[in-house]
Each structure stands twice: as C-alpha cells, then as structure tokens.
T-cell receptor, first 111, second 113 residues
Framework: RKEVEQDPGPFNVPEGATVAFNCTYS??????FFWYRQDCRKEPKLLMS???SGNEDGRFTAQLNRASQYISLLIRDSKLSDSATYLC????????????FGKGTKLSVIP | DVKVTQSSRYLVKRTGEKVFLECVQD?????MFWYRQDPGLGLRLIYF???????EKGDIPEGYSVSREKKERFSLILESASTNQTSMYLC????????????FGEGSWLTVV
C-alpha cells in the first residue's frame, strides 16, 4: 500500500460547485497533515494545515479522520482561480524531513 | 515566511556535464531539502540537510550529491548529468521550530540532452 494516496483526477467542476478531495495515509503514527496547492509549472504552496478538530479558511475546509486514516479538503463555491493540483502532505515523525507527499489531485473549474 | 530562491530557473545541459543547482533561503533555519518532481511520480526527496555540513540521503540520492557550506545555501550537484535526470528540481526550507511548514523555491527546470 502506498504511503499517501490521492485520486489523481482530474475533477472538472463548474464555477460555484462544491468539490471534495480525500487523501488516505498508511502510517497510523502520522502526526501532522497539510494541503498544498500547486499551479501548473509552479512550486507547491501551503494552502492549509489540517487539525484534528477540523479547520476552515474561507471557502476551504479541511478535516482529519484518524480512525480511517484519511484527510479531506472541501472547496465551496469554486472559482476559476481554484484550478490547480492539490497535494496532500503527511508528516510521519518528529523530524521535519519525514514528509510524504501525495501525487496530487488535479482540479479544473470550468465557466 | 521563509523565502527560498533558486537562481537557475531553466537549464539545458549535455549528457556527462557537471551541473550545479543553487538554492538560498533568507531565514536562519536549519532544514533544507532537494526534491525532484516528475509527471506521475510526484515529489521525491533527493537529499536533505539539517545543519551546515550535514546531509542525509533521501529516497533517490543516486547520481546526486549536495553541499551545505553555509546555513543559507544548499547546492545540488549532478556529477555527470544523464537524460533520466531531466526533471523539475525543487529546493525547500522549513520555518524552524518543529519545522512543520515547508516552503519551496520556484523550481529549476533541467533538460539533459
């Protein structure tokens, strides 16, 4: 089983739609979780951290389910500018180098 | 925020050439990383460094070496470039403390012909 798995997509959604991505991880000892956004031919940038209690930042909501070992990202009222690849990142140990990246889920928001 | 700068954005090199990719971060933090990213394979860790002159192999170190002579600078070296090293290379640094957030440079697109 891969350490961090994401549906590669693409997810093609109309503007204004709500879309959700899941990411599963295999290491039950994983400590920290993040969503990164990567635009085409650009570097990944932190979108949001994922907290145990779930967290929201504007139209974006991230949740963690430790029992089932997955995290999710919900985007409400999709904008054209949300089109990007969303990377799930899991930190499995105390050292910051123990980061595992998912391969990303591609989102295309269409007019 | 940590700012990570990769000086070479686009390079074309010949097979067998020695290639240097430079990376500088503007904050006084210890941890720096080199990744490569390829379609369908995602981000793969080549090397990382947690202090000056310290380095650790990542998942795919073969064909690469690194240098960390100063805290702010972390260089990736391809001793003898090969076509399978054509890729986007991303340098990254963390924001210190528990190192939870990783910040990337803009990437270096290397083509080996």
């Amino acid at each position: 089983r891969k350490e961090v798995e994401q549906d590669p997509g693409p997810f093609n959604v109309p503007e204004g739609a709500t879309v959700a991505f899941n990411c599963t991880y295999s290491n039950s000892a994983s400590q920290s979780f993040f969503w990164y956004r990567q635009d085409c031919r650009k570097e990944p940038k932190l979108l949001m951290s994922v907290y145990s209690s779930g967290n929201e930042d504007g139209r974006f909501t991230a949740q963690l389910n430790r029992a089932s070992q997955y995290i999710s990202l919900l985007i409400r009222d999709s904008k054209l500018s949300d089109s990007a690849t969303y990377l799930c990142v899991v930190k499995s140990g105390a050292g910051s180098y123990q980061l595992t990246f998912g391969k990303g889920t591609k989102l295309s928001v269409i007019p | 925020d940590v700012k990570v700068t990769q000086s070479s954005r686009y390079l074309v090199k010949r097979t067998g050439e020695k290639v240097f990719l430079e990376c500088v971060q503007d904050m006084d933090h210890e941890n720096m990383f080199w990744y490569r990213q390829d379609p369908g394979l995602g981000l793969r860790l080549i090397y990382f460094s947690y202090d000056v002159k310290m380095k650790e192999k990542g998942d795919i170190p073969e064909g690469y070496s690194v240098s960390r002579e100063k805290k702010e600078r972390f260089s990736l070296i391809l001793e003898s470039a090969s076509t399978n090293q054509t890729s986007m290379y991303l340098c990254a640094g963390t924001d210190g403390g528990s190192g939870n957030t990783i910040y990337f440079g803009e990437g270096s697109w290397l083509t080996v012909v």
